[in-house]
């Protein structure tokens, strides 16, 4: 028994010897280039996170810092059209973060927006703005959106990556750090070895995953620039989103509650929100079966909200030109600097009231 055992440390001692020299390889020969700096998920791709949601998970060091911020959150439209470098050039002085994640509904947006409270210091919170992006498409049933084969029952791809490598752990209140977080630099540092094989397999498997899915990729800027949609592909767009709401003509309060509710854990945290209400094009919004009871529980909580200390409500749906987009969602690189701006010309004001309040601190931008 004494030789099995002393076998067993010797085996287990060799595997954390080999574990750590390809650790001290991969950390030399792949330099950490994401961690400091403002989170942009757009970026997600170019690194070893490749998707949005690994991205926001394991990334979020930077955000554990005392520097005032604006955090965008929402789905593949706020990473398109709120691009983090345009928004931040109009905002100087502040850190501008986008924490997009593509295909997410209210419940994923809340739990970014949770990842990203749980890694800040609670006195740093009351500089935070959080931007938080809606539209219609949002607002899908969790019972549709995540309770599928393919997953634990009603796991977010962002509960995914909470789970994979054990730095959170299951409970019945749900995700569940397993560590503190400030040691999630350390942990993740540990995990580069992983991290760099997933991101190498997902890069061999793309040319077949295209071909298996019909996944044509990312489009190009001057692709989305120059796109426009035929009826077909309309018709197609708006069955897709019939199969995402899966409601007849209504949008349930389901997902009204969980945005309600994040929005008041912000600010019961001493951040403060901008809420803004996503266009879409008009051709999209005018056959939509969903888009009048959208409005109508909207309104609803904005009644709720009205005169709420640190909220504010921002509607961009004037900005509807079948035009001006490449689908049935998103904007075309051509307009982003315009959404830019009208987001920048709201954040001035509510930075400004923000600091006027402070007044023994320098007023920022």
């Known amino acids: 028994m004494r030789v099995i055992v002393k076998q067993l440390v010797y085996l287990l001692a060799s595997v954390v010897g080999v574990y750590l020299v390809i650790l001290a390889i991969v950390l030399v020969a792949f330099p950490d280039e994401d961690s400091d700096g403002p989170m942009n998920s757009a970026r997600a791709p170019s690194t070893y996170?490749?998707?949005?949601?690994?991205?926001?998970?394991?990334?979020?060091?930077?955000?554990?810092?005392?520097?005032?911020?604006?955090?965008?959150?929402?789905?593949?439209?706020?990473?398109?059209g709120f691009r983090q470098r345009q928004v931040a050039a109009l905002l100087p002085g502040v850190e501008v973060d986008n924490l997009g994640v593509g295909g997410a509904n209210v419940t994923e947006i809340a739990?970014?927006?949770?990842?990203?409270?749980?890694?800040?210091?609670?006195?740093?919170?009351?500089?935070?703005?959080?931007?938080?992006?809606?539209?219609?498409?949002?607002?899908?049933?969790?019972?549709?959106?995540?309770?599928?084969?393919?997953?634990?029952?009603?796991?977010?791809?962002?509960?995914?990556?909470?789970?994979?490598?054990?730095?959170?752990?299951?409970?019945?209140?749900?995700?569940?750090?397993?560590?503190?977080i400030e040691d999630l630099r350390f942990e993740i540092a540990a995990l580069r070895p992983y991290l760099l094989l997933d991101e190498l397999s997902r890069r061999a498997t793309a040319g077949m995953r295209s071909l298996l899915f019909r996944d044509k990729g990312n489009r190009t800027d001057a692709e989305r620039d120059s796109a426009t949609l035929s009826e077909a592909e309309k018709a197609r767009d708006l069955e897709y989103w019939q199969s995402q709401i899966q409601l007849q003509g209504e949008v349930s309060n389901e997902q009204f509650d969980v945005l309600h509710a994040a929005i008041g854990r912000i600010l019961a945290s001493g951040g403060k929100v901008v809420l803004v209400d996503l266009p879409i094009p008009k051709w999209h919004s005018s056959r939509s079966?969903?888009?009048?009871?959208?409005?109508?529980?909207r309104d609803a909580l904005l009644a709720e909200l009205k005169g709420t200390p640190g909220f504010r409500f921002v509607d961009m749906g004037e900005q509807d030109?079948?035009?001006?987009?490449?689908?049935?969602?998103?904007?075309k690189p051509t307009i982003a600097p315009r959404w830019a701006s009208t987001i920048a010309s709201?954040?001035?004001?509510?930075?400004?009231?923000?600091?006027?309040?402070?007044?023994d601190e320098p007023v920022r931008p």
Not at 145 to 168: C, F, K, M, S, V
Not at 346 to 359: I, N
């Open 49 to 80: 996170f490749v998707t949005e949601p690994k991205y926001v998970v394991l990334n979020r060091r930077s955000l554990a810092t005392d520097r005032p911020r604006v955090i965008f959150v929402g789905a593949s439209n706020t990473v398109v």
């Open 111 to 180: 739990q970014v927006i949770d990842l990203a409270l749980e890694a800040e210091p609670k006195a740093a919170r009351a500089d935070d703005t959080f931007v938080i992006s809606i539209w219609y498409g949002e607002f899908a049933q969790d019972r549709v959106r995540w309770y599928t084969p393919d997953r634990h029952p009603g796991d977010t791809d962002i509960n995914i990556e909470q789970y994979r490598y054990a730095l959170y752990h299951r409970t019945k209140d749900g995700p569940a750090l397993s560590l503190p």
């Open 289 to 297: 079966p969903f888009y009048e009871s959208y409005l109508k529980r």
């Open 321 to 331: 030109n079948d035009l001006d987009f490449s689908d049935e969602v998103h904007p």
């Open 346 to 359: 709201a954040l001035r004001g509510q930075l400004k009231v923000t600091t006027e309040a402070r007044s």
